[in-house]
């Protein structure tokens, strides 16, 4: 036999309470009219108050808990930015064939609307960068993910980051370059193929860091100007950034 929930045993209880009352009051008044013109007027009232409650209220506490989510998750994401992106961004930078014109395209970011920082950001993730695998340093970027690679072990093992699909993408992207990294016995004098595989997996990661970066600016600009001029000062595209005012 199926063992009934607590559930449907609190309802009839409260039904039963109510039909006491009821019975209560006619008892005592004599009147059946009046209760059933107010049992009438409560059971009409019900619909509004179910959509008040399960819909208006419940959809307002619903965004609140979203936005004090993404407050949280946009913590996760600066503190991989501080760690190991901004300086990703850099070394991935330098694997590209023409990057000046990644620099021009990210430079005076202080004067920009939070509505170019996302529209910028969706660009750059749907872009294909053209990347030469020996063009930069392979072990610098080796040895970045292999000394972060506790780090983004930790990231990745964060269950609210399953809410931004985006930014797992990323972390995924930048632990299989890691992988594809270590895998490999030496990183110099490689075969033609590799140097292509890893260029795909190199473009991979440019595209959704870059697009993830600049969706992080925007946060910092509405929420922290404190936090996007330091992040402005550092760009990572801009030759003549530096931490230093004056």
Known sequence: MKKVSWQVWLGVVFVALSAALYGVHFLIFRE??????????????????????????????????????????????????????????????????EPEQLQAGLERLADWSERRFRRSAQQYRAHAFA???????LEQL??????????????????????????????????????????????????????GHLAGDITRVQGLLVGEWLVYLAHLKRDYPYLFSLAVRTNPFDAQAGAETG
């Not at 209760?35 to 619909?47: M, Q």
């Not at 990347?131 to 340093?137: F, I, P, T």
């Not at 992988?179 to 030496?186: D, G, K, T, V």
Request: with cysteine; aromatic share 8%.
């Open 32 to 97: 059946a009219h009046h209760i059933f013109i107010y049992l009438l007027g409560d059971i009409a009232f019900v619909p509004v108050e179910v959509l008040l409650v399960t819909v208006v209220i419940h959809q307002l506490l619903q965004r609140r808990e979203k936005r004090n989510m993404l407050r949280k998750l946009n913590m996760v994401i600066g503190a991989f930015f501080s760690e190991v992106g901004t300086a990703l961004l850099k070394q991935c930078a330098a694997f590209i064939d």
């Open 142 to 195: 080796h040895a970045l993910l292999g000394a972060k690679r506790e780090f983004l072990l930790r990231l990745l093992e964060n269950p609210n980051l399953l809410e931004h699909e985006s930014f797992t993408e990323l972390l995924w992207a930048v632990f299989h370059l890691g992988e594809e990294l270590a895998a490999r016995r030496r990183l110099a004098g490689l075969s033609l193929a590799d140097y």
């Open 131 to 137: 990347v030469d695998a020996q063009r930069g340093s």
